[in-house]
Antibody, heavy 130, light 107 residues
Framework: QVQLVQSGAEVKKPGASVKVSCKAS????????MHWVRQAPGQGLEWMGI????????SYAQKFQGRVTMTRDTSTSTVYMELSSLRSEDTAVYYC???????????????????????WGQGTLVTVSS | DIQMTQSPSAMSASVGDRVTITCRAS??????LAWFQQKPGKVPKRLIY???SLQSGVPSRFSGSGSGTEFTLTISSLQPEDFATYYC?????????FGQGTKLEIK
């Protein structure tokens, strides 16, 4: 069965960086893009960016450009999200979520539609406080 | 970016009521629309994908409809476990965008 297991809660000071991991299992790691979404306390869901685990290419939300870096390690089927220059407004639960199905250089809309964001990590609480 | 306007933002209803939540996209998104349910402290759970396809294991009282710019999530007969926050998500074009959420409370 598909599982996305995230790293544990973090407490950081303003200005620091945090790196959250998401370890995938139960499927071919390189066949699905991975997204990161965050949710501040009492707020809605906010998309942060995406990584293609196959080639490592990324795309980030404008809001986080310059502060976020997404990487992957295919040997351990793990994706990472690093957010720098943390401020109190970055206090949130961070989720990874499996997205598009892509294989052999092509993405498949029918399968993507059926599986998009079906699987999420359990969430990682990042608290930014002095 | 495509804006997803979800309404209402909050509502109260009673067990057994029929409830409809709407998402409007600022431009056409075909059927690339999913609905999620989130309970406090829990991970969002996908209910509906491709606008109207029911996720396996989700009760049949949940249904989705729409295409283009207007979408609805309907709960035909509210159960106690349905009181939660609901979100729509479009993924027709980048960046994917969520509606702001609808908090469904007990009347």
């Amino acid at each position: 069965q598909v599982q996305l297991v995230q790293s544990g809660a973090e407490v950081k000071k303003p200005g620091a960086s945090v790196k959250v991991s998401c370890k995938a299992s139960g499927y071919t790691f390189t066949s699905y893009y991975m997204h990161w979404v965050r949710q501040a306390p009492g707020q809605g869901l906010e998309w942060m960016g995406i990584i293609n685990p196959s080639g490592g290419s990324t795309s980030y939300a404008q809001k986080f450009q310059g502060r976020v870096t997404m990487t992957r390690d295919t040997s351990t089927s793990t994706v990472y999200m690093e957010l720098s220059s943390l401020r109190s407004e970055d206090t949130a639960v961070y989720y990874c979520a499996r997205g598009e199905y892509c294989s052999g250089g092509s993405c498949y809309s029918r399968r993507t539609l059926a599986e998009y964001f079906q699987h999420w990590g359990q969430g990682t609480l990042v608290t930014v406080s002095s | 970016d495509i804006q997803m306007t979800q309404s209402p933002s909050a509502m109260s209803a009673s067990v057994g009521d029929r409830v409809t939540i709407t998402c409007r996209a600022s431009q056409g998104i075909s059927n690339y629309l999913a609905w999620f349910q989130q309970k406090p402290g829990k991970v969002p759970k996908r209910l509906i994908y491709a606008s109207s396809s029911l996720q396996s294991g989700v009760p049949s009282r949940f249904s989705g409809s729409g295409s283009g710019t207007e979408f609805t999530l309907t709960i035909s007969s509210l159960q106690p476990e349905d009181f939660a926050t609901y979100y729509c998500l479009q993924h027709n074009s980048y960046p994917p965008t969520f509606g702001q959420g609808t908090k469904l409370e007990i009347k």
